[in-house]
């Protein structure tokens, strides 16, 4: 138990405090302890739920939550990994900072991964620790750790508050930085002497966002090198949605004519199905491109590390970077150009200096080519999508899937191969409606994610696909979904394998190891123990049936489908 013999009790409010009160009022300062300070200046902030696991330093943020007016929401869950996975995920969802509050010590160092995860994709996220009193500091106390030395490699801000009285001031910065571009974690912790003291103090009001103006001659240099291209490609990634840019950018696709592939949180900008998307024909568009404009995602593995063209003899292409913040430019690619600042700023500053362009760009040929080959990978993949195959061929549940997402689905990617499927098959038809782990790769995050994802859209479907492997790390969490009636679809594409690691160390050694999974456990009767509802599927007849019913349940639901374990990821890379 945390040492409370130093909490400084609330006195009782009597008559003359009252009054008191009343002249702070007057005077612009609010009366209260650490945690309704703290989730006051949240909520101001947009913060509507608290994603937590019990713990007594961090109780006044509880007290703080009751007492608030409207109540703020606690979502209490099984693990802090999936606390802070959720919070990562409303944020991502709704483009508001999410809150994950996690007790002193092991709750803090159990969020670490899921934090680094934020990080890695620039997700707003704000994360508040409980911490050993700061008067019994050195002595001993129970799970006393200075987390913020832990914390600062991966977040924006990583510091301890010291005095209650400077919790507004400290909560409302973290928000303003967490939620600011280039976005990201930030974390504080707050001794619980200080946490559960009182202080009359300003709640400061939030800032609006800054906008930076990106270089105007950075964008008309872009905008003559668009012109000068014979064979352009876009990139719009994960801070194109972050920014509020998808609107933007689905202006610049359309009037200029420019094929586009997205990623990560981009997925959807340019819809499913559009004539300029040509994710299905990414090799062929990024390997014989002569003009590569990458924006808002970095030029990491998933990019080739920013080198295009090279295919079938093709030249090495141009690469211009254009990201929502200078430092997030790269630094390693060989950039024609560049541009920083707001997306939607830069974006329409692309298009207008593509218009004052002398020479009309014709890219018709270009375009009709990926076309051709998005044509002929569809026609490809529809084999597999229809797969009859015995086990069952993991891209057969996406052919039964796909019919059935509606256009504001939210799907979620938690595995190896099994999601690296979903990715090439899944093409969502809007914005803000696919999550994935991002550069980080995390696998665990999925729970998390599809709690978040219930929450910020109720009344859209959300699916989780799981891989088996991913499926044991959050599983626990569907008691989370159960206790707070948040249902979800669960797909899980059961191989009975660490598929991604297995099929790799047998390519590298001709052998593996520690890849095996017990044979076709039924995580269906996990779900079902704790609440929900589920049923695994033998016969790739059956997987249709079983989602509509997945998706008429009102409880959480798992599809538990048993895969090929050789039918593979066709991959080339392990990111590498
Ligand atoms: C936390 C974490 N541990 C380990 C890994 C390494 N890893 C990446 S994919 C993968 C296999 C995932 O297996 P599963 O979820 O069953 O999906 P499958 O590849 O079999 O479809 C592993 C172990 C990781 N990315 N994250
Ligand atoms: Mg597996």
């Known amino acids: 138990m945390p040492d409370m013999t130093d909490v ?27 945690g309704e300070h703290a989730v006051a200046v949240a909520a101001a902030h947009g913060v509507e739920t608290m994603f937590t696991l019990s713990g007594a330093h961090v109780f006044p943020m509880y007290d703080g939550a009751v007492n608030a007016e409207p109540q703020m929401r606690l979502l209490d869950v099984r693990h802090e990994q999936t606390a802070v996975f959720a919070a990562e995920a409303l944020g991502k969802l709704t483009r508001t900072p999410g809150l994950a ?11 670490v991964s899921a934090i680094t995860q934020a990080s890695f994709s620039g997700s707003p996220l704000v994360v508040v620790g409980g911490r050993a009193p700061a008067n019994r500091w050195g002595m001993g106390s129970l799970q006393e750790f200075d987390h913020p ?5 991966v977040t924006k801000s990583s510091r301890t508050v010291h005095q209650v009285a400077d919790i507004p001031s400290s909560v409302d910065e973290a928000f303003a930085l967490a939620g600011s571009s280039h976005r990201g974690p930030t974390f504080l912790d707050i001794p619980m002497d200080e946490f559960f003291n009182r202080a009359a103090v300003e709640r400061p009001t939030p800032a609006p966002r800054r906008r930076v103006e990106p270089d105007p001659d950075a964008l008309s240099e872009i905008g003559a090198l668009l012109g000068q291209a014979q064979r352009p490609v876009i990139v719009l990634g994960t801070d194109v949605w972050a920014d509020g840019a998808e609107e933007a950018a689905l202006r610049l696709v359309e009037q200029a004519g420019i094929p586009a592939i997205t990623n990560g949180m981009g997925r ?14 990414r090799s062929a568009a990024l390997g014989t491109c002569d003009l590569v404009v990458v924006v808002g995602t970095p030029l990491d593995f998933r990019l080739g590390y920013g080198v295009f063209g090279g295919k079938d003899g093709a030249p090495q292409a141009k690469v211009v970077h254009v990201a929502d913040s200078e430092g997030q430019v790269s630094q390693h690619a060989d950039l024609a150009a560049s541009a920083a600042g707001d997306l939607t700023l830069a974006l329409e500053g692309i298009q207008a200096a593509l218009e004052q362009q002398l020479r009309k760009p014709d890219w018709a040929s270009w375009v009709g080519e990926l076309q051709a080959a998005v044509g002929a990978a569809t026609e490809r993949d529809i084999a597999l999508l229809r797969a009859e195959a015995d086990p069952i061929h993991p891209a057969r549940i996406y052919g039964e899937l796909l019919p059935r997402l509606a256009e504001d689905a939210v799907v979620i990617g938690d595995g190896g191969d099994f999601v690296s499927f979903a990715g090439k098959y899944v093409e969502p038809k809007r914005p803000g409606g696919w999550l994935d782990p991002g550069p980080y790769g995390c696998l665990g995050a999925g729970l998390g994610a599809a709690i978040a994802a219930r929450i910020a859209r109720p009344a859209s479907q959300v699916v989780l696909l799981l891989g088996d492997g991913a499926a044991g790390m959050s599983l626990m969490d569907v008691d989370t979904l159960v206790r ?7 797909v899980v594409g059961n191989n009975s394998a660490w598929g991604l690691e297995k099929q790799p160390m047998q390519m590298l050694y001709g052998y593996d190891v520690v890849a095996d999974l017990a044979p076709q456990t039924r995580y269906d009767e996990v779900v079902r123990a704790l609440g929900g509802g589920g049923e695994t599927v033998t016969d790739p007849r059956q997987i249709g049936a079983a989602l509509d019913r997945a998706f008429t349940a009102d409880v959480p639901y798992l599809v538990n489908v048993i895969t090929d374990v050789d039918a593979p990821y066709p991959r080339n890379t392990f990111g590498v």
């Not at 400084?8 to 650490?34: I, V």
């Not at 509050?101 to 969020?111: D, F, R, S, W």
């Open 149 to 153: 030395a832990v914390l600062s490699p």
């Open 484 to 490: 707070h009636k948040l249902p979800v679809v669960m």
């Open 8 to 34: 400084t009790q609330s006195p009782q409010a009597g008559q003359s405090e009252q009054d008191e009160n009343l002249d702070k009022a007057t005077a612009g300062l609010t009366d209260g302890h650490g």
């Open 268 to 281: 959807g900008v340019v819809p499913g199905g559009h004539p300029l998307l040509m994710t299905k024909a």
């Open 101 to 111: 509050v996690l007790t002193a010590g092991p709750g803090v160092t159990n969020g």
